[in-house]
């Protein structure tokens, strides 16, 4: 079964730290493009950042820019976000998604069922 | 930046009866290289995530009911349920990713039951 899990969510002070993991199964991981999306509490969902199959690519949005890092380990299929100087406007849940096509950055048709970030003090 | 909108915001419909949802992109999502819009559509349920239901602007995804469908071309979008379902209550978004590999999703559009 093609799936995605995601984990490291939790409560964070503003300011802080947390990296998010999402683990891959059912599907050859390093041939996608991969993405995370956020949606904050009764909110619309926004694209946060995605990477390239070998990792040598990598794409924010500009709120994100400078604080998230996404990376990827296709040995462990596994995809990462280091999400540092954490604001209150960072809080949503956090989905990894994959693109539709290998080698190509498309529509998301694999997503996971997200983890909760919250960042207050 | 390719700014999405979607109108209505929310719609009530009854069981068995069209619903349509349109989406608007700021600029034109077609690519004349291939002729394909760069357009897909999402339902979301609560407490799930996402679920693809049309890509390329009208290509239901592999499973969508074909009550599903999706049109327009350009700036201009549509997608239709053509006879609403109780398991259709949701939230729907379009997304363009002509920018790719950059993304923009519209704000949603709610559909519940009349």
């Known amino acids: 079964e093609v799936q995605l899990v995601e984990s490291g969510g939790g409560l964070v002070q503003p300011g802080g730290s947390l990296r998010l993991s999402c683990a891959a199964s059912?599907?050859?991981?390093?041939?996608?493009?991969m993405s995370w999306v956020r949606q904050a509490p009764g909110k619309g969902l926004e694209w946060v950042a995605n990477i390239k199959q070998d990792g040598s690519e990598k794409y924010y949005v500009d709120s994100v820019k400078g604080r998230f890092t996404i990376s990827r380990d296709n040995a462990k299929n596994s995809l990462y976000l280091q999400m540092n100087s954490l604001r209150a406007e960072d809080t949503a849940v956090y989905y990894c998604?994959?693109?539709?096509?290998?080698?190509?950055?498309?529509?998301?048709?694999?997503w996971g069922q997200g983890t909760m970030v919250t960042v207050s003090s | 930046d390719i700014v999405m909108t979607q109108s209505p915001d929310s719609l009530a419909v009854s069981l068995g009866e069209r619903a349509t949802i349109n989406c608007k992109s700021s600029q034109s999502v077609l690519y004349s290289s291939n002729n394909k819009n760069y357009l897909a559509w999402y339902q979301q349920k609560p407490g799930q995530p996402p679920k693809l239901l049309i890509y390329?602007?009208?290509t239901r995804e592999s499973g969508v009911p074909d009550r599903f469908s999706g049109s327009g071309s350009g700036t201009d979008f549509t997608l239709t349920i053509s006879s609403l379902q109780a398991e259709d209550v949701a939230v729907y978004y379009c997304q363009q990713y002509y920018s790719t590999p950059l993304f923009t999703f519209g704000p949603g559009t709610k559909v519940d039951i009349k």
């Open positions: 059912g599907f050859t991981f390093s041939s996608y493009w």
């Open positions: 390329w602007a009208s």
């Open positions: 998604a994959r693109g539709q096509t290998p080698w190509i950055p498309d529509a998301f048709d694999i």
